[in-house]
């Protein structure tokens, strides 16, 4: 079955989120297919589809391989023109895909965007995991249009331009499927998190464009900072973003910034051990002996980039201006 966009939820034992949001995502698709990739879940989830939506396709996967290695086998399996990766968590809004349809179609160069994407317990702000649009710092520090850290904006229309952006939250992420296998998908040794920053850089190594399509809104329930979570989640997030900047920064510079890195993610260990959270430093240590063990087995490949004329990476320290400059919006800090 080929219909031009496919969206494809990846699932795994989310049931309620699927009794909660699919309602709005079977209402407001259509002319596209809606596929659940389910990573083996063992709460019902499949029977509950089959149940109540038998006109939604399912691809079963036999075991749980996070985010990144469940998509990859399940857009294996998909003939699609464009993919759209759509979180269990997120309620979509009517006419969210026709704008996003339109931009990819009206531009080659363009293979990859996101709608904006907003709290869904808190509708009239941005939410953390992509909000209006992604970009870094010089030291690859990921913020958004909208977010900065732990500082989410209200939605005052201030981002409501159509615009390149450096990284697509993969919460929402429109992207087109020629490019997606072509480029590798998303790297299966990530897991879960940073992997889709990951993606759209080697995607703009390559001389491609990523935007940004505000006249579509998705709202995404999410998972909060770091220091709300499990050590894992820690673990997950300062390991993969040291393998992203190994594996994409031009040789030039890249030791100078990797090592600037690994100093900031000790003194946020130091922070989490006085904030009584040692299990959270104990995971960045683990993550950087999990990064040097990874780079040294060659677990991640690095490919040389087309370009290095990067739109999207603002040459500023965003910790710096975040911490020491109060400076706690998007706006205040590119201007």
């Avoid at 531009?107 to 992604?134: M, R, W």
């Avoid at 997030?237 to 090592?259: A, C, D, E, M, Q």
Wanted: positive net charge; hydrophobic residues 35%; charged residues 20%.
């Amino acid at each position: 079955m080929s219909k031009k966009v496919a969206v494809v939820i990846l699932n795994w034992n989310g049931k309620s989120f699927l009794e909660q949001f699919l309602p709005s995502v079977t209402g407001y698709t259509k002319n596209a297919r809606i596929i659940i990739a389910d990573n083996n879940s063992s709460d019902n989830s499949i029977s509950f589809l089959q149940t109540n939506y038998p006109e939604i396709e399912i691809i079963k996967l036999d075991e749980n391989y996070g985010f990144a290695g469940g998509y990859n086998k399940a857009l294996k399996q998909v003939d699609s023109e464009y993919y759209v990766l759509l979180n269990s968590d997120v309620e979509v809004t009517k006419n969210w895909l026709t704008p996003m349809t339109e931009l990819l179609d009206s531009n080659l160069d363009i293979v990859a965007c996101q709608p904006k994407i907003k709290d869904f317990n808190n509708k009239t702000h941005f939410e953390y995991a992509g909000a209006s649009g992604g970009f870094i710092d010089k030291y690859g520090y990921p913020f958004c249009r909208g977010r900065i850290f732990e500082t989410l904006e209200e939605d005052n229309g201030q981002y409501n331009d159509i615009t390149e952006i450096f990284w697509a939250s993969g919460a929402c992420l429109f992207i087109r499927a020629k490019q997606y296998h072509e480029i590798g998908g998303l790297d299966e040794f990530f897991f879960a998190h940073m992997e889709e920053i990951d993606l759209c850089w080697r995607l703009k190594n390559q001389g491609h464009k990523i935007m940004v399509c505000p006249s579509s809104t998705v709202y995404h329930v999410g998972g909060g900072t770091l220091n709300k979570v499990k050590p894992q989640k820690t673990f997950l997030n300062f390991r993969n973003s040291l393998l992203t900047l190994h594996k994409n920064l031009p040789k030039k510079g890249r030791f100078s910034i990797i090592f600037t890195r690994l100093c900031l993610d000790g003194i946020a260990g130091v922070k989490f051990l006085v904030s009584g959270k040692p299990n959270h430093t104990w995971a960045i240590v683990r993550a950087h002996f999990s990064f040097y063990g990874a780079i040294s087995q060659n677990k991640t490949k690095r490919r040389s980039p087309k370009t290095t004329d990067l739109s999207g990476v603002i040459n500023k320290s965003i910790v710096k201006a975040y911490f020491i400059g109060k400076c706690k919006t998007f706006n205040s800090f590119i201007k």
